[in-house]
């Protein structure tokens, strides 16, 4: 018979019992423990997004971004598929690369000027000769690299997990809301990095951003004053407690909030008002077909619909959001507004201006989210109160044609969604 202690112990190892379809216990996001847990079985194993291959066109190019807490380059060396070095010299560790982006064919570490080139070997040690061949062979000091590598409409995930379920696999029905996104541009390809990045941090668990960016329930509250300001009441039907809308949990950590039955016939109108809009939707006809062109222009891209792909990559708008875990209470969020490759400069421009008005740094979201999580990580000090709900909308659920669980706009499906896979990682 198992005692008391020996329970106890196991459910300190797995930590899925922190975690019901019913409510999430406050230690998933003030222990230090839990927080150390995910970062092996969450960002140790699953595919996590790194970059976009926008960013990486020319051979040299190269990002710098994390898996979890672990520092990467992700590199175009001239190969088919980026690669993803881990940004520790393997000599002292330190860093060997500082930029953000850039071009570069080799990285040199400062500390004692070892010198990779951009696919990870080791030209060769500094002072090579205090190194004698018996103890010191150059190919065993490569840079590590995540074993596994791969993309989708453009979007690069790797896995530090030597095996697994592919990417197409992690990733199920969220591919069809990744394809709306991209398929808006007369290309079928969207653009990173040229229109620059806005950054933040807040002195909150990494989840919170996790759950807010697909929580339909807080926007008329948080975001009131935003929502209202002369815009017809439209803004705030999107998230009232009649509002059309939908949330979705897709499956596999992945969740949906949808306002297209609110905004698909708006979107659909407003988009070929004008001489150039038209025009952009005969492109995609020509590329799309009718059918689908009318399905894309009513999404209108990542404006109809807010989307979290597990762990840490949600787009929204029309922007690519990537959650990066720094300390159990402390989180750095980068949004990487996009542009419509082959779409007139105008409407990229009007894009970038909407994406400005409530996400830049003076918009009138972020702050209002940011305040939150800090409210709710100092909330989340009293011991006293263990639990927090997750029972919105537990008993109104539909079944979609893809097997997706859909309720009303502001239910909580979606935070049920992302914890029930985060429990699954966690007891792995």
Same mark, same amino acid.
């Given at each position: 018979?198992?005692?008391?202690?020996?329970?106890?112990?196991?459910?300190?190892?797995?930590?899925?019992? !922190?975690?019901?379809?019913?409510?999430?216990?406050?230690?998933?996001?003030?222990? *230090?423990?839990?927080?150390?847990?995910?970062?092996?079985?969450?960002?140790? $194993?699953?595919?996590?997004?790194?970059?976009?291959?926008?960013?990486?066109?020319?051979?040299?190019?190269?990002?710098?971004?994390?898996?979890?807490?672990?520092?990467?380059?992700?590199?175009?060396? +001239?190969?088919?598929?980026?690669?993803?070095?881990? #940004?520790?010299?393997?000599?002292?560790?330190?860093?060997?690369?500082?930029? $953000?982006?850039?071009?570069?064919?080799?990285?040199?570490?400062?500390?004692?000027?070892? #010198?990779?080139?951009?696919?990870?070997?080791?030209?060769?040690? =500094?002072?090579?000769? +205090?190194?004698?061949?018996?103890?010191?062979?150059?190919?065993?000091?490569?840079?590590? @690299?995540?074993?596994?590598?791969?993309?989708?409409?453009?979007?690069?995930?790797?896995?530090?997990?030597?095996?697994?379920?592919?990417?197409?696999?992690?990733?199920?029905?969220?591919? =069809?809301?990744?394809?709306?996104?991209?398929?808006? %541009?007369?290309?079928?390809?969207?653009?990173?990095?040229?229109?620059?990045?806005?950054?933040?941090?807040?002195?909150? #668990?990494?989840?919170? @951003?996790?759950? #807010?960016?697909?929580?339909? &329930?807080?926007?008329?509250?948080?975001? @009131?004053?935003?929502?209202?300001? +002369?815009?017809?009441?439209?803004?705030?039907?999107?998230?009232?407690?009649? %509002?059309?809308?939908?949330?979705?949990?897709?499956?596999?950590?992945?969740?949906?909030?949808?306002?297209?039955?609110?905004?698909?016939?708006?979107?659909?109108?407003?988009?070929?008002? =004008? *001489?150039? +809009?038209?025009?952009? &939707?005969?492109?995609?006809?020509?590329?799309?077909?009718?059918?689908?062109?009318?399905?894309?222009? $009513?999404?209108?891209?990542?404006?109809?619909?807010?989307?979290?792909?597990?762990?840490? !990559?949600?787009?929204?708008?029309?922007?690519? $959001?990537?959650?990066? *875990?720094?300390?159990?209470?402390?989180?750095?969020?980068?949004?990487?507004?996009?542009?419509?490759?082959?779409?007139?400069?105008?409407?990229?421009?009007?894009?970038?201006?909407?994406?400005?008005?409530?996400?830049?740094?003076?918009?009138?979201?972020?702050?209002?989210?940011?305040?939150?999580?800090?409210?709710?990580?100092?909330?989340?000090?009293?011991?006293?109160?263990?639990?927090?709900?997750?029972?919105?909308?537990?008993?109104?659920?539909?079944?979609?044609?893809?097997?997706?669980?859909?309720?009303?706009?502001?239910?909580?499906?979606? @935070?049920?969604?992302?914890?029930?896979?985060?429990?699954?990682?966690?007891?792995?």
């Amino acid at each position: 018979m198992v005692g008391h202690d020996e329970l106890h112990a196991a459910h300190a190892h797995r930590f899925d019992h !922190l975690v019901t379809d019913r409510a999430v216990h406050r230690e998933v996001y003030v222990d *230090p423990a839990v927080f150390d847990a995910e970062l092996k079985r969450i960002f140790g $194993r699953v595919w996590v997004y790194v970059a976009h291959e926008s960013q990486l066109r020319q051979p040299g190019d190269f990002v710098t971004s994390w898996i979890g807490r672990q520092p990467v380059i992700v590199t175009h060396g +001239g190969q088919q598929q980026p690669r993803v070095l881990m #940004n520790r010299c393997t000599h002292r560790a330190a860093t060997v690369c500082q930029e $953000r982006s850039g071009h570069a064919t080799h990285f040199r570490c400062a500390y004692h000027g070892w #010198n990779f080139r951009n696919d990870g070997t080791l030209v060769s040690p =500094t002072f090579g000769s +205090g190194y004698d061949l018996e103890d010191f062979r150059v190919e065993d000091f490569s840079l590590g @690299q995540a074993p596994r590598v791969d993309s989708y409409r453009g979007f690069v995930f790797a896995s530090l997990a030597q095996s697994g379920p592919t990417l197409a696999e992690h990733l199920g029905n969220a591919r =069809t809301y990744i394809d709306l996104f991209c398929d808006l %541009s007369p290309t079928g390809e969207i653009e990173v990095g040229e229109a620059g990045t806005n950054r933040y941090g807040y002195p909150g #668990n990494w989840k919170l @951003q996790a759950e #807010n960016g697909v929580d339909g &329930y807080h926007p008329n509250f948080v975001h @009131q004053a935003f929502l209202d300001n +002369g815009r017809g009441g439209l803004a705030m039907q999107l998230f009232h407690g009649e %509002s059309v809308g939908r949330a979705a949990d897709l499956g596999r950590g992945h969740a949906l909030l949808d306002s297209r039955p609110t905004l698909g016939e708006i979107h659909e109108r407003s988009f070929r008002s =004008t *001489p150039g +809009g038209q025009a952009h &939707y005969e492109q995609l006809v020509d590329r799309l077909g009718a059918e689908r062109a009318a399905e894309v222009i $009513r999404t209108n891209g990542g404006q109809g619909f807010n989307l979290l792909v597990f762990p840490n !990559l949600q787009l929204i708008q029309i922007q690519i $959001r990537v959650i990066h *875990p720094r300390r159990v209470d402390l989180t750095e969020v980068d949004l990487y507004p996009t542009l419509l490759a082959g779409a007139a400069e105008q409407t990229n421009a009007a894009r970038l201006r909407s994406h400005e008005g409530f996400y830049g740094p003076a918009g009138g979201g972020a702050p209002g989210d940011l305040e939150m999580f800090r409210r709710v990580q100092e909330g989340l000090a009293v011991e006293s109160v263990e639990w927090l709900p997750l029972l919105r909308g537990l008993r109104r659920t539909e079944l979609g044609p893809n097997g997706e669980l859909i309720g009303h706009v502001t239910d909580e499906h979606p @935070q049920r969604a992302f914890y029930r896979r985060w429990a699954e990682e966690m007891a792995a």
